[in-house]
């Protein structure tokens, strides 16, 4: 069966420092990764996908992802943080029918 | 375009009463989706639609619970009659039809609306 996992359920960041958010995967075939970020109040918003390629996926807003199949991860990461990054972040993983399996969300909170 | 538009953006409502959540996917979209988001459950999907024929409800929590696309351009999720622990954020998505990259079927982005905060009392 298939299933998204990020361990993180709370990081709390300084602003500038770098981010990494982790999210593990579960499925039986290759995978459709995505992230999406949750400010608050507000819908899902898409940073970026990986469908196939090159593993290192460039976003918006400054972000990138890494996708190893070795590890079943499908890591988000940003070098240097700004206050307005503060947010729920969740991994999708794209199974049958176009439809989205989404991890719990790791929320992001950022210390000026 | 304007995005997904859902309405109303809170509803606050009796135990009993009948809800009705409305959505209208982008234009050109084939299909539509309805998720819940609660603290204890994170992002469910109750059920989604490809050209306004509903093609997975086993999300749906139960028959309370009931969901329509009359046309491409309008959807509604209905709850009958409300309980408490309905109360959520709902929100609607829609995406293209996905496509082929080679023999491999490609996934479209899911565009979501800004969701409707439900309180039930």
């Known amino acids: 069966a298939q299933s998204v996992t990020q361990p993180d359920i709370h990081i709390t960041v300084s602003e500038g420092a770098s981010l990494e958010l982790r999210c593990n995967y579960s499925y039986g075939a290759t995978p459709y990764l995505f992230w999406y970020v949750q400010s608050p109040g507000q819908g899902l918003q898409l940073l970026l996908k990986?469908?196939?390629?090159?593993?290192l996926v460039q976003g918006i807003k400054g972000f990138e992802a890494e996708f190893k199949r070795s590890q079943s991860s499908f890591n988000l990461r940003k070098p240097s943080v700004h206050w307005s990054d503060a947010a729920e972040y969740f991994c999708a993983l794209g199974t049958a029918g176009n439809k989205l399996t989404f991890g719990g969300g790791t929320r992001v909170l950022v210390k000026p | 375009d304007a995005g997904v538009i859902q309405s109303p953006r809170h509803e606050v409502t009796e135990m009993g009463q009948e809800v009705t959540l409305r959505c209208k996917p982008i234009?050109?979209?084939?299909?539509l989706f309805w998720y819940r988001q609660t603290m204890m459950r994170g992002l469910e999907l109750l059920i989604y639609f490809n050209n306004n024929v509903p093609i997975d409800d086993s999300g749906m929590p139960e028959d309370r619970f009931s969901a329509k696309m009359p046309n491409a351009s309008f959807s509604t999720l209905k709850i009958q009659p409300s309980e408490p622990r309905d109360s959520a954020v709902y929100f609607c998505?829609?995406?293209?039809?996905?496509?082929?990259?080679?023999?491999?079927?490609?996934?479209?982005?899911?565009?979501f609306g800004p969701g409707t905060r439900l309180t039930v009392l």
């Open positions: 234009s050109g979209h084939d299909y």
């Open positions: 998505a829609s995406s293209d039809k996905p496509g082929l990259a080679g023999a491999r079927r490609t996934y479209n982005e899911q565009f």
């Open positions: 990986y469908f196939s390629g090159d593993t």
